[in-house]
């Protein structure tokens, strides 16, 4: 390679700007070798053996200057300013003198002080523009400190050499719009002796997010998204090179250009942490989660999303107990989670191999092995980071919770806003109004600025009024007066004859009627002569950005404006017509969404007016309106200001008395010309004095960012408008500074002047152009905002105003008692400080006064912050069509405070409000004081406030604190966004940063955490969410700056896209509300019972609630279904199964019993009685022949849903034998499901397995033998084998003896086998059949999991006792074609069909798109009279209407639709009848039920929770509701255990240990209270018992004698009518109370009562946080409501940390927007914190076959590390 030496200057400046540009990642790798080949293209045939050599700087980069020596202080060449468009602008930044600086004791740091941004729409913008970044701590020129920066690896040679020389080769490289965002270096010193101070305590370990490798090697720079687009199609004016390849992350460009490093870092860098952060460190390396990042160059491939691997036992106890093993120090040994494990009441304790339950087909195949490795490393990492966390979580919060018991919305209003007793009250005395000096108009100034225009136009039409700089920044046009009122004429004429098409009719634009200006910020020419048009023709003008790309901010806020101002024509010119977004159909103007349907009107090539045409005929009332300015408030809401006629000459008069302007003089305008300061300078106001402006394009600044001081030195100009900003670029601009003079400059007007940190770049510019000729009393800081227009303004020459010349002030304040709403002096030198500049003195004509901020108006004390407030004749009149929001912003009438004493002395001192006048005063929306000499003082904005905690932060404040944290590079160009979110009563601070594109993870977690100290050691507030989004990912305003409102809405909708997330709930949320106390006595009781003992208690007991319920007037908990009775054919019927079946085969033999559906819908098998007679005696012989089974024996049968099982069930029974139905393993998911199936043959002892071939070859296959050895299994049978002899006789067995094994898995994991005896299978069919009216005639439809509980007795047993004919179909059929239940409902025109929430959830979410082409093919629900959905859990209430609604247009009556109630000890308790009443729904308070209590409450009531009662009560079923602990009798009031007592109740459980004790009062237990002596079942849920009315005041009866008579013709039919007849007609009262009613039912005359039952969960999965019970279903609908990609979730605890399993339905890279939504929805909702968030891919959530979640399973795989999340966060 060539000599740096040999090369010209220009190219070795070139050279040096493309090596910094690639060291700061604002050129990609390929862009830079493009750029540096074409640069060295004309030197390559130099020799190749030179070497890149380092050179000195160049003379001409040298800034030092002898002459100025003095007074430049050392210049440190040092600085960068990263800007918000992605380009960066580096350079010297000249440090203050030591004389000038407050913190002169600290040389290294030499950044401008920072500028910091008001969250005030003042800036020009629509949000709040990007605070601009600094470098980080600098220092000398050979500072080592910038050695850090990553070279490209050609330039590895002169890195060290040439680090110098890059801080000195700042050349003008590209500079965007990002307002007032500098590193203000106190600021920076503050932060960093704050950190020190923190350095001494035990730092907490914070465990680091796990995020999965796809998502690691997704940089933070890919702009996959639309709204990411590059930032320069924000600005139509410019174009894009080719080359201009900026913003591209590195490891996405393609490998070959890649230096050679890994594309992953791993998450843990040593080198990457400071000497203080080992010990961090060398905590965080055992607890990194086991995730395999790879190293190598390709991605690595993304796993099926349906994985889950084999979980090892874990324990089956309420999930909120924690585990024994678990100490409160660090002790976390395999041993003791194996102890643990041991101790868990589960009755199915096998090794892990066996233990993998009952789960849907959803999970990986993992091998042994792997599964074992699994076991010893992964289960630490995840167990050890929650350890991690909550040893952080044990430091002490900043100050406790309040002592307080319920959690109404008053009491958290009040924890939220607490008050200080030790905060700073205000001393001082009352304000009293400050008034400006008397207007006095210049003589000859026109009266309006028609008539100015008219006059300059026509006396002097050479003048120039606008200059416009082209992106280059020659001067491409200037608009004379005479242009410009003759163009001005020519529009006015053209709106006053165009006639507009408004609908079908014809319109012209009249005077008073408002329209739209559309123009680029490049073109304020068209603006200005368009503007006045407007003026002449008396139309009312509302200036709007332009609406771009769909990459820009969603502008339906601005349509709303549009449409509510009533606007239907547009101005706009040509070019900017062609660049609007077009139609792709019809090339039209496309139709912005939320805007109305806009006529666009040119403004250009007009004819002529006639001669007779005269603009001055027009008169227009002065107090009609001007013009509209948009202006948006906090939450992003777009208004319009009006603005009247009088108000904007008036402010024109103002504005040229104090800024002394006159005719002629030349003005650069740097501002926004279409609103606010830049409005009325440079367009308003200088016309009315006939200057010349200068306008300078947005496009140019980024470019040059010094081309306004050049201006002013070519024009001489004497007047500039410009934001802090452009003050602080022009600084960075080192190499333009020799030939600029600002001698000319009077008055340098600072827009932004009352942000709280334009101090520093005023300061600095001041003291580096002093030598320039710039004179201290030139720069005049100004406030101002939309609705007040200029509240202050420093005058320029101040000598002259009848100030003093020493009439500017600054004042050092403290931040705490800003907060308070204070005003104290602080000491220079303290951290907590925030220096103030003035922003002037209030303007001529108007008065001021500071209310209180919040609360009525009145005033301020001398020292207190408040609201300014001025009138005068030049402010807005309104927001147009907002009364309400116009009253209480334009028309405040200050109020005096006085105290009045009581007459007689005594008493207390009355405070009496009075209006201090009669006028109206306007509200600024600035917060600030007025200090010595009627000077005004702002520190902040009321849109940037934020209240936490009763105490009040500006955004502002904190952006300069996060700005300041080391590294300071880390944030992209400064860009950050500081808002605040209310959750819980209360504000939260949000911060959102973009972060630098080659960060790794864990510099991203070490700087969040140590913004979370800076900000909490200076503010003394927390930060609840810190989130860092890709480069240029934050929305924009049409300048480029932040638009924060977009931002916090894309926040909060879940769409924002970040990179990295952390919250902190549990440091911020301090407002939780306190549990409620348990009763000493209670506690006694509960323990006692629990261990069996006697209770002999001191306290309130179970008899005492029931004595208290008894006196109140409580109904104890308590309903009975009604009498099963014994109708004739029950007496003529045998009662055993198996002689039903007998006696059906000889009475009916050909009577199809049993048809079989395939997928499409055609009868695949039938089966009539005779048919299943005999297959089932061929089976009991092959049974009894083959596999020597007796009597008692217990027999596996393991069969898809179909007819085989049917016969082997009833083979094994006639047999004699006990049948277990098991569901075969899934032939895609062997090693998960396969487990399963061999634990239940072991656990039930089965000596025998019969099945069909192809699963017995599966059992036997190659792939089964990885889990379970082929030869272990039991003698295995085909059911297809024949048996030489023929069966004897059906086995007579006893009432008494085991019928069937009842195996299933509960949703917390427990494997639970029951024994059901003849008595209780002949009971719970003749319940059924009487409940459900099923005869012969019947068709019923089940779409059922035949293999346990309530599904298995429908598709089994009930058919063949009542002999109707069922028509079975497989759910897994309805998952190849959705449509299969339905049309088989409506082809066989079914009545009464049972299914499960899997079968209706499937068809609600396949089917919701199909309901059209469902109805072509006729498919008719009108039909269905009973539709039960089979459950054991809460009926699921929003999946049940979402299904009647969608259905409602095939015609299903949505009253039909019900859920079923059973459970391992009783497969049906509730189950709606054929007859019965509509299911009777209730809403209930859930914060009542958090405390086991159950209130009722309106429907849409706040924390109302919807209750579906599940079905009626079988027949013979009586249900009461006890304490789970206590085992007393519950009131109606009370939630409890619900305990049922059933002839059909199952006989205890089967287990082969044979050891109960835990649970061998769940089959016989007694209350302790009352009837004393009751055996009862319990069920292991919760519910409550109301007496509802139901729907029809008509008996039971009058509904059901016709329906039935008309249906069924059959002699069984009537006959059962008539014993239904005789039964009501015997219906007594009885109970234990008088209102008990025993039938269910009343007489005709009464409305009928029943008794509905609720379910509301499993005792086992209650979540036990902060002593309240919460349902996890309760809190997983809320998640699920969060955000649309949500597509299931589940909740479970561990170690008293809530945890939420999130499945993500989406792109991986949204799945950190989960993160927050959840946090604070859960919080919202259920004020609990989530303790961890895990993010999977979508069928992570384990589900079983009755469509329940298997929390436990997915608890066992997140400790164990089985998940493969997307991202894991651990909330703080």
Known sequence: MEHNSSLPGYVREKLAELDLELSEGDITQKGYEKKRAKLLQPFLKKPEGDKVKSTPPPPYYNVKDANNSNSHGNINNDGVILSSEGYSYVTEVPSLSSSQQRHSKKIDYHQPSSVNASSTPQSGNVGVPGYENMRPQGGAVGDPGYQNTREPSGFQNQQSSNNSQHRQRRTQRKVTHNEKRYHSEVRQEAVQQALAALKGRPKPSLPMPSKRTSVLNRSPGCNDELDSSTDDESIPEETISPDKEYNYPRDHISNSILPPEPIIKPPIRESSMGPHQHSRSEVKQNQMPNHKYTLSNSAPERRPPQNLPPIPISDASSTDSPPIAYKRDNDFSDK??????????????????????????????????????????????????????????????????????????????????????????????????????????????????????????????????????????????????????????????????????????????????????????????????????????????????????????????????????????????????????????????????????????????LPKPPKEFNVGNLRVDDSSAAYIEYTTDKEGSVMGVTVTRAAMINHCRALTMACHYTEGETIVCVLDFKREVGLWHSVLTSVLNGMHVIFIPYALMKLRPSSWMQLITKHRASCCLVKSRDLHWGLLATKDHKDISLSSLRMLLVADGANPWSLSSCDQFLSVFQAKGLRSDAICPCASSSEVFTVSLRRPGRGSCGFSPSATGRGVLSMAALSHGVVRVDSEDSLTSLTLQDCGQVMPAAQMVVVRSEGAPVLCKTDQVGEICVTSGSTSASYFGLDGMTNSTFKVQPLLEEFEQPKDGNGTVNIICKPIGEDFYVRSGLLGFLGPGGLVFVCGSRDGLMTVTGRKHNADDIIATVLAVEPMRFIYRGRIAVFSIKVLRDERVCVIAEQRPDCSEEESFQWMSRVLQAVDSIHQVGIYCLALVPPNHLPKTPLGGIHL????????????????????????????????????????????????????????????????????????????????????????????????????????????????????????????????????????????????????????????????????????????????????????????????????????????????????KLLKSREAATSIDPKTWPPILDIDDNPKRKYGGIATVSFDSSAYLDFSVSTCGRLSGVNITHRSLSSLCASLKLACELYPSRHVALCLDPYCGLGFVMWTLIGVYSGHHSILIAPYEVEANPSLWLSTLSQHRVRDTFCSYGVIELCTKALSNSIPSLKQRNIDLRCVRTCVVVAEERPRVQLTQQFCKLFQALGLNTRCVSTSFGCRVNPAICVQGASSAESAQVYVDMRALRNNRVALVERGAPNSLCVIESGKLLPGVKVIIANPDTKGHCGDSHLGEIWVQAPHNANGYFTIYGDETDYNDHFNAKLVTGATSELYARTGYLGFLRRTECSQAASLLDETTPSVASRDSDTESLNSISQLQLNFSNVSLGGNSEHSLIGGAATSNDQELHDAVYVVGAVDEVISLRGMNYHPIDIENSVMRCHKKIAECAVFTWTNLLVVVVELDGNESEALDLVPLVTNTVLEDHQLIVGVVVVVDPGVVPINSRGEKQRMHLRDGFLADQLDPIYVAYNM
């Open 336 to 605: 003791a989670y194996k102890q643990k494990q041991l101790n868990a009441p589960d009755i199915t304790q096998f090794n892990n191999a066996h233990r993998a339950a009952d789960r849907v087909t959803r999970y990986v195949n993992v091998t042994q092995n792997e599964l074992n490795e699994t076991d010893a490393n992964g289960k630490w990492k995840v167990s050890a980071k929650i350890q991690q966390l909550l040893n952080t979580l044990k430091r002490p919060k900043r100050r406790p919770l309040p002592e307080f018991y319920e959690d109404n919305d008053i009491e958290l209003e009040i924890a939220a806003n607490t008050k200080d007793p030790n905060a700073p009250k205000p001393e001082g005395s009352t304000m009293t109004p400050v008034h400006g000096e008397q207007l006095s108009i210049p003589a000859g100034l026109p009266r309006t600025l028609e008539c100015a225009l008219q006059r300059y136009g026509t006396n002097s039409f050479k003048s120039p009024m606008a200059t416009v700089l082209d992106p280059n920044g020659k001067i491409t046009t200037t608009l004379t007066y005479g242009k410009l009122l003759s163009r001005a004429q020519k529009i006015a004429y053209a709106l006053s004859t165009k006639i507009f098409s408004k609908g079908p009719e014809q319109v012209t634009l009249k005077p008073g009627d408002r329209v739209a200006l559309v123009y680029p910020n490049n073109d304020p020419l068209s603006f200005i002569t368009a503007w006045y048009g407007c003026m002449f023709r008396g139309l009312v003008p509302l200036p709007i950005e332009l609406p771009l790309s769909s990459s820009d901010t969603p502008p339906q806020q601005v349509g709303f404006l549009l449409s509510s101002c009533g606007i239907t024509v547009a101005l706009t010119s040509e070019a900017c017509l062609k660049g609007l977004p077009k139609s792709t159909t019809t090339g039209e103007i496309a139709k912005l969404k939320g805007w109305p349907r806009l006529q666009w009107f040119v403004t250009e090539h």
């Open 1045 to 1256: 409102c977009e931002a916090r809405r894309r926040f909060l909708e879940g769409s924002l896209h970040p990179a990295n997330v952390l919250m902190c709930p549990h440091t911020c949320v301090t407002n939780l509300p306190k549990p409620r106390e348990l009763h000493q006595g209670v506690q006694t009781a509960a323990k006692l019972s629990s261990s069996g003992c006697g209770i002999t208690d001191t306290g309130v007991g179970p008899a005492s609630v029931m004595v208290g319920n008894l006196v109140q007037g409580n109904r104890l908990a308590e309903a009975h279904g009604r009498d099963v009775g014994l109708a004739e054919d029950c007496e003529r019927k045998p009662q055993l199964i198996t002689g039903v079946l007998r006696w059906r085969a000889n009475t009916s033999p050909d009577h199809i019993i049993f048809t079989l559906l395939n997928s499409k819908g055609a009868i695949a098998k039938t089966l009539t009685c005779s048919e299943l007679h005999k297959r089932a005696e061929k089976i009991a012989a092959l049974l009894q022949e083959r596999g020597r089974i007796e009597s008692g024996d217990h027999v596996a049968l393991i069969f898809p849903p179909g007819l085989d099982l049917l016969c082997a069930f009833y083979g094994c029974l006639y047999l004699g034998a006990i049948p277990i139905t098991i569901r075969p393993p899934h032939p895609q998911n062997l090693n998960t499901t396969l487990p399963t199936v061999r634990m239940i043959v072991d656990v039930s002892k089965s000596g025998i397995v019969l099945s069909i071939q192809p699963i017995i």
